[in-house]
Structure formats: structure tokens, C-alpha cells
């Protein structure tokens, strides 16, 4: 299956606005078969009926039972999954989603482990924002198709993430947007030197210029970084 742009088809916080075509309920009972976009209110009743929704493609849900990814399986064309403020504190394997390309997990406040993932192998596109408490990536690595991945933290809150190891693995990576804070003092973004596929790299700018440089050395399609406020790296000269 080709890949097509999500994270990078706007450049804007795929978490934030309505997705076209988007129907809401709170019973799937309530929604015509034929749907494809649909968005799940809390509490939901009858989920066990989103497997006969064959057309399915784009999902978004508020609360998630462990049990629902049997159902979720039965949906053949289900390629985005949008987790927006879950409680849950983990979330059990996505194996069964096979044909999943994109997701956005935002402010899942309990959310700590990331290890769900480490069985979509061919997922394309990822968003991780205000999960406070991930801060290992360390499934990430296992993502070897992924093109596209968006990581932002709360502002507010001191949390750091442990090593960008797992990214620089990541051989297929196009575009990266990172705005959160790396354990350790020098070398943080090394990591990320090596990413041959790597065309647009946006970051917050909490970083040494070298550790910056280091990256721009070490991607061979990456022209520069991009931070918040119009300003990158190297700074754009001005026209005398």
C-alpha cells in the first residue's frame, strides 16, 4: 500500500479540528453502515457493531475497552485511529489492526508505555502529544515503515524524553516535528544524524547550535531546521 501524506499533507496540529465528512455518536447503532469517517462519544454503547462497518477508514474515540480491538479488526479499511484524551493507563497489543497507517495519540494523561505499537509494522504516520508520562521510545524502533512523526509536550510540565536512539532508527523517516526536552546536557539530537530520508525537521530550539549542526551534517536531505516564530538553523542572512 503506497504512502499518503497525513502529519505533512497541512503541517498543522493533526489533532485540532474536524476531519471531513466526520459523523458523531454515542451508539454505533445509530450510524448508517456506509459511514467511513466517525467519531465515537463518551460513553459509547454497542461497539461490538464497528466490525460490520466495512468501509470504515477514519476512527476517533474518546475511551477505549480492552476488548475492542477484536472488533476494530473486522473493519478492512480502518487506516487512521485518533485516541484523544483516553484514562487508560496501557492499551493492549494493535496487532489486529494490520492495515492501520496513522495515529494520533492526544493527552492520554495516563498513558506510560508506548509497547502497544511494536506489532504495526507498517504503520506510516504517528502523532504522540501531551502524553506526560511517555518518555521511553523504545517501541518506536519497531515502526520501519513509519514516514512521518509528530512528538509535543505539555509546556508546563518538566518531562523529558529519555533517548532519540529509537528515532534514528527509523531508516524510512521523512518528516519529524519535536518540540519536547531530551534527557542529558550535549549530544542529544545524534541520534538523528543518519536519517538518509529526512527532508523537513521541525524542533524547539532548547538545543545547542552544535548539536543542531550535527544533525544538518548527517542528513543528506535535510537543508535545515525549522523552529516556532519563522526563525531555523543556520540563520537566514539578511538582504543587505
Same mark, same amino acid.
Given at each position: 500500500?503506497?504512502?499518503?501524506?497525513?502529519?505533512? $499533507?497541512? &503541517?498543522? =496540529?493533526?489533532?485540532?479540528?474536524?476531519?471531513?465528512?466526520?459523523?458523531? $455518536?454515542?451508539?454505533?447503532?445509530?450510524?448508517?453502515?456506509?459511514?467511513?469517517?466517525?467519531? #465515537?462519544?463518551?460513553?459509547?454503547? &454497542? +461497539?461490538?457493531?464497528?466490525?460490520?462497518?466495512?468501509?470504515?477508514?477514519?476512527?476517533?474515540?474518546?475511551?477505549?475497552?480492552?476488548?475492542?480491538?477484536? =472488533?476494530?479488526?473486522?473493519?478492512?479499511?480502518?487506516?487512521?485511529? !485518533?485516541?484523544?484524551?483516553?484514562?487508560? $493507563? *496501557?492499551?493492549?497489543?494493535?496487532?489486529?489492526?494490520?492495515? #492501520?497507517?496513522?495515529?494520533?495519540? +492526544? !493527552?492520554?494523561?495516563?498513558?506510560?508505555?508506548?509497547?502497544?505499537?511494536? =506489532? /504495526?509494522?507498517?504503520?506510516?504516520?504517528?502523532?504522540? *502529544?501531551?502524553?506526560?508520562?511517555?518518555?521511553?521510545?523504545?517501541?518506536?524502533?519497531?515502526?520501519?515503515?513509519?514516514?512521518? #512523526?509528530?512528538?509535543?509536550?505539555? /509546556?508546563?510540565?518538566?518531562?523529558?524524553?529519555?533517548?532519540? %536512539?529509537?528515532?534514528?532508527?527509523? *531508516?524510512?523517516?521523512?518528516?519529524?516535528? +519535536?518540540?519536547?526536552?531530551?534527557?542529558?546536557?550535549?549530544?542529544?539530537?545524534?541520534? #538523528?544524524?543518519?536519517?538518509?530520508?529526512? &527532508?523537513?525537521?521541525?524542533?524547539? &530550539?532548547?538545543?545547542?547550535?552544535?548539536?543542531?549542526?550535527?544533525?544538518?551534517?548527517?542528513?543528506?536531505?535535510?537543508?535545515?531546521?525549522?523552529?516556532?516564530?519563522?526563525?531555523? +538553523?543556520?540563520?537566514?542572512?539578511?538582504? %543587505?
Amino acid at each position: 500500500m503506497g504512502f499518503r501524506r497525513f502529519l505533512s $499533507a497541512s &503541517n498543522e =496540529h493533526p489533532y485540532l479540528g474536524v476531519p471531513d465528512g466526520q459523523i458523531s $455518536a454515542g451508539d454505533v447503532s445509530d450510524l448508517p453502515r456506509s459511514a467511513t469517517c466517525i467519531e #465515537l462519544e463518551e460513553p459509547c454503547a &454497542n +461497539f461490538e457493531l464497528i466490525s460490520s462497518f466495512k468501509r470504515l477508514r477514519d476512527l476517533s474515540l474518546s475511551q477505549v475497552d480492552q476488548s475492542w480491538f477484536r =472488533h476494530l479488526a473486522g473493519c478492512p479499511k480502518l487506516r487512521i485511529l !485518533r485516541l484523544n484524551g483516553l484514562k487508560n $493507563a *496501557s492499551l493492549p497489543s494493535f496487532a489486529s489492526l494490520a492495515n #492501520l497507517r496513522s495515529l494520533v495519540l +492526544f !493527552r492520554c494523561a495516563k498513558l506510560s508505555s508506548l509497547s502497544f505499537l511494536r =506489532h /504495526i509494522k507498517d504503520l506510516h504516520s504517528l502523532c504522540i *502529544s501531551e502524553c506526560p508520562l511517555i518518555r521511553d521510545l523504545g517501541p518506536l524502533d519497531r515502526l520501519t515503515e513509519l514516514r512521518e #512523526l509528530w512528538i509535543d509536550s505539555q /509546556i508546563s510540565r518538566s518531562t523529558k524524553i529519555k533517548s532519540l %536512539k529509537p528515532v534514528g532508527k527509523l *531508516s524510512q523517516l521523512q518528516y519529524l516535528q +519535536f518540540y519536547a526536552k531530551v534527557d542529558g546536557k550535549t549530544s542529544r539530537l545524534d541520534p #538523528l544524524a543518519g536519517l538518509q530520508k529526512l &527532508n523537513t525537521l521541525q524542533m524547539s &530550539n532548547g538545543f545547542s547550535d552544535a548539536e543542531y549542526r550535527v544533525v544538518l551534517d548527517g542528513c543528506p536531505k535535510l537543508k535545515e531546521i525549522r523552529f516556532s516564530g519563522g526563525k531555523s +538553523f543556520p540563520k537566514k542572512k539578511r538582504a %543587505k
